[in-house]
Nanobody, 122 residues
């Protein structure tokens, strides 16, 4: 069992930066690939980024490539999402997820956090 708690969201002006953190409980954290998803009001939950169990591979949706960076620290049971050059269209509730049963980009992960709100003003 893995429990996830996100933090680091907030209100930022366009062009600014935020760093999201996702703290995981459970001894199996380091065995799981991790992902970040986001959901804006009235829209479906969409894939943002994912990272393999050892951090050796990372994946991003096209709209955030070059601006966002996912990383993990297995010693701290934490995964991060560094978000730079933020745009108003990045505004959403950001979710951390663990243990995808298949495609990293599909929101079918076995464990989910409650989300942290990111709001980017223009």
């Amino acid at each position: 069992q893995v429990q996830l708690v996100e933090s680091g969201g907030g209100l930022v002006q366009a062009g600014g930066s935020l760093r999201l953190s996702c703290a995981a409980s459970g001894r199996t954290f380091s065995r799981h690939a991790m992902g970040w998803f986001r959901q804006a009001p009235g829209k479906e939950r969409e894939f943002v980024a994912a990272i393999s169990w050892n951090g050796g591979s990372t994946y991003y949706t096209g709209s955030v490539k070059g601006r966002f960076a996912i990383s993990r620290d297995n010693a701290k049971n934490t995964v991060y999402l560094q978000m730079n050059s933020l745009k108003p269209e990045d505004t959403a509730l950001y979710y951390c997820a663990a243990d995808p049963p298949g495609d990293y980009g599909v929101p079918t992960y076995n464990y989910w956090g409650q989300g942290t709100q990111v709001t980017v003003s223009s």
